[in-house]
């Protein structure tokens, strides 16, 4: 069957109607590229998605990062996953920051791009009505590994600081992630560190040309979120699949043994036959807004009886 063309406009009208209220439904307001904090000259940015119905005052930085590029399809594969859908529909406020890439950035420049980020969230906490006492921090791989290590690395704020931002602190109350990579000095349980064309733009500018064996392995301890933990006082919870062919899943049971040894709190939900990721995913990311809000305390979301 042929459509005349007055038909054939009259269906892509309607199509396009179609998809204009299927936006209008959309559970968030999304402001595109806004820049948190300036690092080599050249800005970094951030997405805001504003919940379109009532806020409940929370907000979740989400550190959008895979193998440690930060481009704009990244948040689109956060977006894929529900990410936004579900926290804005809760009325929170998400802030998906990109903190740069290892073709520019060391890991130690993205950690302290990581801290920038948690500290714009603050200093604008009262511009977009949340409570900067009660923030989450996520991210996924990457992204996970780089809130993991930021959480528990946090840095004071300094009331005296040129900068505005470092008049805020980096600390937040609960992070929960994804599949992160924790310990750059043991992969895979063989005490073999991870591939050094993965490691070594991570370390050091211009690579690991000239460095000693013994500070490779220092800096590589430096930015292992394993390495890192102290006496960490917010609750942790990590996601990650027993099919992992990318980050063993190993990554993110030791790192919560070594919470839980040094006092704290931390959870490990292990997803059967989960990738890296898995096309399910959407359903982790509930029971992942479920654990925020016990943990920020949202307010109880009214059931679908209404009581």
């Known amino acids: ?116 980020a948690i500290r714009y969230v603050k200093q604008h906490a009262a511009e ?61 349980g063989s005490g073999k560190r991870v591939r050094m064309e993965v490691l070594s733009p991570l370390l050091y500018v211009g690579g690991t040309n000239g460095h000693s064996d013994d500070e490779i392995k220092e800096a590589a301890r430096a930015i292992s979120p394993l390495h890192r933990v102290g006496k960490p006082t917010i609750p942790f919870l990590l996601i990650h699949g027993d099919a992992d062919k990318t980050v063993p899943l190993s990554h993110s049971q030791k790192l919560v043994e070594a919470i839980k040894k040094a006092g704290g709190s931390a959870e490990l939900i292990v997803k059967p036959g989960g990738g890296h990721p898995w096309p399910t995913l959407p359903e982790e990311v509930k029971v992942m807004a479920d654990w925020y809000d016990k943990q920020l305390g949202a307010a109880p979301r009214p059931s679908s009886n209404g009581k």
């Open 1 to 116: 069957m042929r459509l005349s063309s007055s038909s054939a406009v009259a269906l892509m009208v309607l199509a396009l109607a179609g998809t204009a209220r299927a936006a209008d439904r959309l559970p968030y307001e999304q402001k595109q590229d806004v820049v948190y904090a300036e690092a080599h000259g050249t800005g970094l940015l951030m997405d805001v998605f504003t919940p379109a119905g009532p806020s409940n005052g929370l907000a979740i930085v989400d550190i959008a990062s895979g193998a440690w590029h930060s481009d704009r399809g990244k948040i689109r594969d956060h977006t894929r996953g529900q990410f936004f859908n579900i926290f804005c529909a809760r009325g929170y406020t998400v802030f998906a920051a990109r903190p740069g890439s290892r073709t520019r950035y060391t890991a130690a420049e993205m950690d302290q791009n990581v801290k920038s």
């Open 128 to 188: 977009y009505k949340i409570d900067p006492d009660r923030l989450g921090l996520t991210g996924a791989s990457a992204g996970g590994h780089l809130a993991t290590l930021a959480a528990l690395t946090p840095v004071e704020a300094k009331p005296d600081a040129r900068n505005p931002l470092e008049h805020y602190d980096s600390t937040v109350r609960a992070v929960a992630v994804f599949f992160p990579p924790t310990d750059f000095l043991d992969w895979d």
